[in-house]
């Protein structure tokens, strides 16, 4: 097992996973997102099948995600080593591009009644994507100070996602709040 510390609480990991904040760093990128999961029995029909059909996009890229084990274990990403990240940027840029994963979100039509919430969520998940492709860029040049702030910027925004997420019948143990919780 691996030990980490996201900012909230010391995590294990099993040996050969991803760190859950390389999720979140990652993919603060893809919806740091979605904190999305399963609904609540009192949504609707349409709530319903709109949170699945988020989660499915979700669990698809977690699979991918976890099918790729961090190559740096003991990595802390408020404290990374210059000469790590080079080797974090290739990783996420590899395994992390949340273009496919957004554009699929993008596609999905909220129920009428949270049209509002799904705007300002989508909101929030561009700019976790430009703060995703901010990273891998200073990763790859390795610039410690760079990459600390996109890690403080991803942490805020999933703050945000977080927020919001349950106003759209969303909760933390989905595929999605796997993923970007």
């Given at each position: 097992?691996?030990?980490?510390?996201n900012g909230r609480a010391r995590v294990q990991n099993?040996?050969?996973?991803?760190?859950?904040?390389?999720?979140?760093?990652?993919?603060?990128?893809?919806?740091?997102?979605?904190?999305?999961?399963?609904?609540?029995?009192?949504?609707?029909?349409?709530?319903?099948?709109?949170?699945?059909?988020?989660?499915?996009?979700?669990?698809?890229?977690?699979?991918?995600?976890?099918?790729?084990?961090?190559?740096?274990?003991?990595?802390?990403?408020?404290?990374?080593?210059?000469?790590?990240?080079?080797?974090?940027?290739?990783?996420?840029?590899?395994?992390?591009?949340?273009?496919?994963?957004?554009?699929?979100?993008?596609?999905?039509?909220?129920?009428?009644?949270?049209?509002?919430?799904?705007?300002?969520?989508?909101?929030?998940?561009?700019?976790?994507?430009?703060?995703?492709?901010?990273?891998?860029?200073?990763?790859?040049?390795?610039?410690?100070?760079?990459?600390?702030?996109?890690?403080?910027?991803?942490?805020?925004?999933?703050?945000?996602?977080?927020?919001?997420?349950?106003?759209?019948?969303?909760?933390?143990?989905?595929?999605?709040?796997?993923?970007f919780g």
């Open positions: 097992m691996h030990r980490q510390t099993p040996a050969g996973t991803a760190p859950r904040w390389a999720a979140i760093i990652m993919v603060a990128a893809t919806a740091a997102a979605l904190s999305v999961a399963a609904c609540t029995s009192s949504q609707g029909a349409k709530d319903r099948r709109f949170v699945a059909k988020a989660n499915a996009i979700c669990g698809q890229a977690t699979a991918r995600h976890s099918a790729h084990p961090f190559p740096l274990p003991g990595f802390d990403p408020l404290h990374p080593r210059p000469a790590d990240l080079p080797a974090v940027g290739r990783y996420f840029a590899r395994y992390g591009s949340a273009s496919a994963t957004t554009a699929r979100l993008d596609a999905l039509t909220a129920p009428a009644g949270h049209q509002r919430e799904w705007q300002e969520l989508r909101a929030l998940i561009n700019q976790a994507a430009a703060n995703g492709r901010r990273q891998i860029t200073v990763a790859e040049r390795a610039d410690v100070a760079g990459f600390e702030q996109t890690v403080r910027t991803a942490r805020h925004l999933s703050t945000e996602i977080n927020r919001i997420a349950p106003r759209l019948g969303f909760t933390s143990s989905s595929p999605c709040g796997q993923l």
